[in-house]
């Protein structure tokens, strides 16, 4: 019982420090039109699932889905619409940037992408998402048995997609890193030796290793990676009515236990730690050189670890 609310408390205090952050400021500061935030959107258009999206697809549009219905008394119905093209990250952060083919999407945030896009800071993963372990060759694992404080992972190639955050962070934090463009040639790069490791957010590790493991995949059992990284909504800068509606409905489903209830369902925080024994890893914590003044005070006041290992 005194877990659970725990759990709650650490929960309520960051969604509603980072909703203190206005996405109407945000917008306003672009020189955005907000007599249009009453107008009526009928469709929200984002981009499909994928092969490797696992379970996140369905997490997302949830979520996107739940702060639609929480404001369809003030706004009207609106309906997610999905379009038939993929896009790597940094065209979707391009097509965001004005009248593109996309309203919404959900990705780690970046100084670059909430000066590009309207970001809605409110982190869809509670900032677990900066907590990572690695998904390595299971005939290999040999070279990770010792903790050497990131020396011998620094000396070691990481992989990770080229134009994802992640991929600078750690190359700003003196490791080397192998870029990609897609998720699928960085599990072929793995499985070829021409990286050694693939660092991926907890619950993704977990999922994926489990989908990979006939490949002789599994995941590195000593270290622990963090740096402070939050997934957002972003929302087209075409949009900022749109940004307004997602900003007051998920502060509602945080108000009513709709948004934690829906989170559980895809993070089991209990599942995390026991799978992944993260009290008797060694952290490395890197420095996240991305993170805009405003997010930046999401991680001086949330430790995602300290939040994880008490959420239970």
């Known amino acids: 019982m005194k877990s659970s609310i725990r759990l709650n408390l650490y929960f309520s205090f960051l969604i509603s420090l980072s909703l203190s952050v206005s996405v109407k400021g945000n ?10 935030f009453n107008s009526h959107i009928e469709h929200v258009r984002t981009l499909p699932d994928s092969e490797y999206d696992y379970d996140s697809h369905d997490y997302y549009t949830s979520l996107l889905r739940l ?4 404001t369809e008394s003030e706004y009207g119905k609106a309906k997610l619409t999905f379009t038939k093209e993929r896009l790597v990250q940094s065209r979707i952060v391009k097509e965001l940037a004005g009248k593109g083919g996309i309203d ?7 100084k670059e992408r909430e000066a590009t896009a309207i970001p809605v800071r409110v982190p869809l993963l509670n900032g677990i998402m900066g907590l990572r372990v690695s998904l390595v060759l299971e005939e290999n694992l040999s070279n990770f048995t010792v903790p050497t404080q990131g020396k011998s992972l620094t000396e070691m190639v990481a992989g990770q997609g080229h134009d994802w955050p992640d991929y600078e962070i750690l190359h700003s934090n003196g490791f080397l890193v192998l870029g990609t463009s897609t998720y699928d040639l960085l599990v072929e790069l793995l499985k070829k030796e021409r990286i050694d490791y693939f660092p991926r957010a907890l619950n993704e590790a977990i999922v994926e290793q489990k989908a990979l493991k006939n ?6 059992p000593n270290h622990v990676l963090y740096y402070p990284s939050y997934i957002f909504f972003f929302v087209s800068k075409a949009k900022p009515e749109l940004a307004s509606r997602i900003e007051k409905g998920l502060k509602i489903a ?12 895809y993070v089991d925080t209990e599942h995390l730690n026991n799978e992944l024994d993260l ?4 952290m490395l914590r890197l420095q996240n050189p991305l993170l805009s003044e405003e997010t930046k005070a999401l991680s001086t006041s949330f430790d995602a670890m300290r939040y994880l290992l008490s959420a239970y």
């Open 27 to 36: 917008a306003a500061s672009s020189g955005m039109d907000f007599e249009a």
């Open 67 to 70: 702060a639609l219905s929480k």
């Open 104 to 110: 919404v999407f959900w990705t780690v945030t970046s």
């Open 215 to 220: 490949k002789g995949i599994v995941i590195e």
């Open 254 to 265: 945080v108000e009513d236990g709709s948004f934690s209830k829906l989170f559980k369902s």
């Open 279 to 282: 009290a008797n890893r060694t």
